[in-house]
T-cell receptor
Framework: GQQVMQIPQYQHVQEGEDFTTYCNSS?????IQWYKQRPGGHPVFLIQ?????EVKKQKRLTFQFGEAKKNSSLHITATQTTDVGTYFC???????????FGSGTRLLVRP | NAGVTQTPKFQVLKTGQSMTLQCAQD?????MSWYRQDPGMGLRLIHY???????DQGEVPNGYNVSRSTTEDFPLRLLSAAPSQTSVYFC???????????FGPGTRLTVT
């Protein structure tokens, strides 16, 4: 079945350092979403990417969707302690409602 | 708007017991889903609904039932609880089929 792999599993950075998480699918995706989950909380939607090669920015966060629509990345510039949490990618295949989540990358930030 | 609400927040069951996890949304969303979250495995789709009266299976449906009699409510029933069903359960809703999902606060279930 469709799988979405996400790496790394954990990342521990010093405040001010950059952070990147990568998402890879075994099949072509129609779109990909990114969510953030704070410790003890629920996933919160960050962004959706639809087009091949798409790049979107939200302040210090940059999201990319690969040309083949099989991979995606989230890059955070100059991390802050408020960035702590687990970041999930989630993808859909064409015409499918089902959202397949990656296993998540847990970000810890040392102040 | 309360968004997506879930009850209870915590529940402990003994093996073989049954129970219903409640989920409600007040955003008039057609689409609703149930996920379970286990350490290191992300969120896995259990069942989903594309409108009142319509439900379908996700990745891990065994041991769970759902129904959707109204747009607002989407309860998840555990028929005979097993320790493997110890998890955190999230309900989510979305307005459009491919749209962002709004998650409830979750129910932490332990089966002993």
């Amino acid at each position: 079945g469709q799988q979405v792999m996400q790496i790394p599993q954990y990342q521990h950075v010093q405040e001010g350092e950059d952070f990147t998480t990568y998402c890879n699918s075994s099949t072509t995706l129609s779109n990909i979403q990114w969510y953030k989950q704070r410790p003890g909380g629920h996933p919160v939607f960050l962004i959706q990417l639809v087009k091949s090669g798409e790049v979107k920015k939200q302040k210090r966060l940059t999201f990319q969707f690969g040309e083949a629509k099989k991979n995606s990345s989230l890059h955070i510039t100059a991390t802050q302690t408020t960035d702590v949490g687990t970041y999930f990618c989630a993808g859909r295949r064409d015409s499918s409602y089902k959202l397949i989540f990656g296993s998540g990358t847990r970000l810890l930030v040392r102040p | 708007n309360a968004g997506v609400t879930q009850t209870p927040k915590f529940q402990v069951l003994k093996t073989g017991q049954s129970m219903t996890l409640q989920c409600a949304q007040d955003m008039n969303h057609e689409y609703m889903s149930w996920y379970r979250q286990d350490p290191g495995m992300g969120l896995r789709l259990i069942h989903y609904s594309v409108g009142a009266g319509i439900t379908d299976q996700g990745e891990v449906p065994n041991g769970y039932n759902v129904s959707r009699s109204t747009t607002e409510d989407f309860p998840l029933r555990l028929l005979s609880a097993a320790p493997s069903q110890t998890s955190v359960y999230f309900c989510a809703s979305n307005r459009q089929q491919n749209g962002e999902q709004y998650f409830g606060p979750g129910t932490r279930l332990t089966v002993t």
